[in-house]
């Protein structure tokens, strides 16, 4: 399974910005979908996760702010990045919980795409 992601740029405060995460390969069944983060100097951290089913979960520190959706028939995952904050500059990894046929369960991690906001 591969991902590519992409949409990150060079945004000001308070601006907008949507990733897009599509999946690829020998695809059986893709479970969960999510983004991460890792900023300068920090560990990697959940943003937000969407199960198959539409389920959601966020950090609190996007709540209200971001929004996750998914395309299931595409096999693809979106984040909608609105009022952005020089502390959301990180880089914004894809991922997917899937299996691919004949072969358990597995996360795949796109390479991730940079995201700086600006003050």
């Known amino acids: 399974v591969q991902l590519q992601a992409s949409g990150g740029g060079l945004v000001q405060a308070g601006g907008s910005l949507r990733l897009t995460c599509a999946a690829s390969?020998?695809?059986?069944?893709?479970?969960?979908m999510g983004w991460y983060r890792q900023a300068p100097g920090k560990q990697r951290e959940l943003v937000a996760t969407?199960?198959?089913?539409?389920?959601?979960n966020y950090a609190d520190s996007v709540k209200g702010r971001f929004t996750i959706s998914r395309d299931n028939a595409e096999n693809a995952v979106y984040l909608q990045m609105n009022s952005l904050k020089p502390e959301d500059t990180a880089v914004y990894y894809c991922n997917a919980v899937a299996r691919m046929p004949n072969l358990p369960r597995n996360d795949y991690w796109g390479h991730g795409t940079e995201v700086t906001v600006s003050s």
């Open positions: 969407i199960t198959s089913g539409g389920n959601t």
């Open positions: 390969g020998s695809i059986f069944s893709i479970n969960a």
